[in-house]
């Protein structure tokens, strides 16, 4: 196996059950840490903190943390709760005929994903976000605003704090 393959491999390899604890920790202090910052100095409802938390998973699962990831995270679920947006005040204001502009729209998006026309604002963060700002649940009660401010601020708190343990991670391990 070659050196770049065996990285790749150990990369792949979850954490042990120690660190596992102390990732857990981290992750459960940082939901804390956001949850109080967003509510009492962003002051958005707890209904909409579900922005920042949805990107948090998806840019920890899919994107692996990577700095460079975030920003088309962040603009890709922007977009998704825009189109979400769009399929409530398409159908409120025009019936039938918004409905099928709406659904016309998801369905460029889609183009656009398949191809990675736009992999900036047009990915995977787009889609998880369209299918959770559009649930029925979510729309009857979202402060839509609210909900971007979540996603926007979340993103950024969690990617400024997350590359910036992983520098002192680094710091410290090369020490």
């Not at 975030?70 to 189109?83: D, F, K, N, S």
């Not at 910036?164 to 680094?170: D, F, S, V």
């Amino acid at each position: 196996m070659t050196d770049a393959a065996t990285a790749a491999a150990e990369a792949a390899l979850p954490p042990g059950p120690v660190a596992g604890i102390g990732i857990t920790t981290i992750v459960v202090v940082l939901l804390v840490v956001w949850t109080l910052l967003a509510a009492v100095a962003l002051h958005v409802p707890a209904t909409e903190l579900v922005g920042g938390y949805m990107l948090l998973w998806y840019w920890a699962n899919n994107e692996q943390l990577q700095f460079k990831r975030l920003p088309a995270t962040i603009i890709g679920a922007l977009v998704g709760i825009g189109i979400a947006w769009f399929l409530v005040y398409a159908t409120v204001k025009y019936g039938g005929t918004g409905t099928a502009v709406a659904l016309a729209l998801v369905i460029l998006a889609l183009y656009l994903d398949v191809i990675k026309a736009v992999p900036l604002a047009i990915n995977a963060s787009t889609f998880l976000f369209v299918t959770l700002a559009a649930a029925p649940l979510v729309q009857l009660h979202v402060d839509w605003v609210q909900l971007v401010n979540s996603t926007v601020f979340g993103g950024l708190f969690f990617g400024l704090v997350v590359e910036g343990l992983q520098r002192l991670a680094a710091r410290s391990a090369s020490k």
